[in-house]
């Protein structure tokens, strides 16, 4: 497993930056790279027809034919790792990243803007959610949260304060018992942030920590965890139903939003990092060492499809004509339809 890969895994790593008196040091855009899209690339989006993928040194690659050929996007102002990405249209997107770099575009990620950037912090961005309207919410280490109300033009950093659970949590191991008379902790690292609908979203966290917004984050409470381990994921399957996955192969269902858990088994110990619904009943999840889980009940129960090259997987969306096509360790792929 290649060691930028396992900078992903750990998540705790942010780039060490020495700053001059006066400011932050001007950042050189991306590098024009000849095999971009086999660089490591962590998040995918899709801006209409088109796909875009962001990750190392800041690559962003573009595919208008589902995955089968990407070409790198002209101009990204950012060497930074890149995380996270997502599009209110066709053609208007915002990409986030280390060094607290936030980018947007307005021709469907084929040129970026900087419209913000904080190396100073040393707290990476790790996902992005856009929503109807210009919404935006930016998310990361020590609880890193950031809005906008104009397409990503400018950004309002906030606190995240979540409200504490309707009921108490119930036993969740000794691990989790142990802490439970420390004071509650509000620096939590937001590893991806995901919409159930334009009001409900949910933010999956380190330390067994999971959020839900009902009023499209202008407030979050915390959820019931079933675990104490780092979630990496949520996917949301209706009005209520979703899965929540993360470290060691650890996948749960709720029916209620979030108040109940179920596990499943994932026939895994890898770290689980991304999720599609494929439409219908279809519903994949990746992860490390080439784990692909597929479900053909809506999510309530999985196969393993083990990929043959054990590379990792961190991201995936179901492409036109029945394919996924899916970022990780070796750039981006298409996968042959997992029903």
């Known amino acids: ?46 801006a209409g027809a088109r796909l ?16 089968g050929s990407w070409v790198q996007a002209v101009l990204v102002p950012t060497q930074a790792l890149l995380t996270g990405v997502c599009f209110l249209d066709a053609q208007h997107g915002v990409a986030v990243g280390h060094d607290e770099v936030i980018l947007v575009t307005a021709d469907a990620g084929r040129t970026w803007q900087r419209t913000h950037y904080a190396p100073e912090a040393q707290r990476p961005l ?28 400018s950004w309002q950093e906030q606190k995240f304060s979540p409200a504490a659970p309707v009921a108490a949590p119930r036993s969740r191991s000794p691990a989790a018992d142990a802490g439970a008379d420390e004071p509650p902790r509000n620096d939590y690292h937001l590893n991806r942030i995901v919409a159930a609908s334009d009001t409900r979203l949910y933010i999956a966290a380190e330390a067994g920590h999971l959020y839900r917004s009902d009023d499209g984050g202008a407030s979050w409470r915390t959820l019931t965890s079933p675990y104490a381990g780092s979630f990496f994921g949520v996917l949301p399957l209706g009005d209520t139903a979703l899965l929540a996955f993360g470290l060691r192969g650890n996948l749960y269902r709720s029916e209620d939003a979030g108040a109940s858990w179920r596990r499943l088994e994932s026939g895994t110990v890898a770290m689980l990092d991304g999720a599609a619904h494929e439409g219908g009943r279809a519903v994949v999840i990746v992860g490390l060492s080439g784990v692909l889980l597929a479900s053909s009940d809506d999510g309530h129960s999985f196969t393993l499809l083990q990929q043959a090259d054990y590379s ?20 981006a792929r298409r996968i042959a339809a997992a029903r």
């Not at 700053?19 to 991306?30: E, S, T």
């Not at 929503?131 to 990503?152: E, K, N, T, W």
């Open 52 to 67: 875009v993928a962001v990750g190392d040194r800041g690559i962003i690659v573009l595919s208008d034919d589902q995955g």
């Open 312 to 331: 990792g997987l961190a991201a995936v969306v179901a492409a036109a004509g029945g394919a996924l096509v899916a970022v990780g360790e070796d750039g």
């Open 1 to 46: 497993m290649n060691r930028r890969w396992a900078r992903r895994a750990r998540w705790l790593v942010a780039l060490a930056v020495t700053l001059p008196a006066g400011g932050a040091v001007p950042q050189p855009p991306a590098e024009r790279v000849p095999l971009a899209a086999h660089s490591l690339l962590l998040a995918i989006a899709q």
């Open 126 to 153: 790790l996902d992005v959610w856009c929503g109807s309207g210009g919404q935006l919410i930016a998310v990361g280490a020590y609880s890193a949260y950031f809005s906008s109300g104009d397409g990503g033009a």
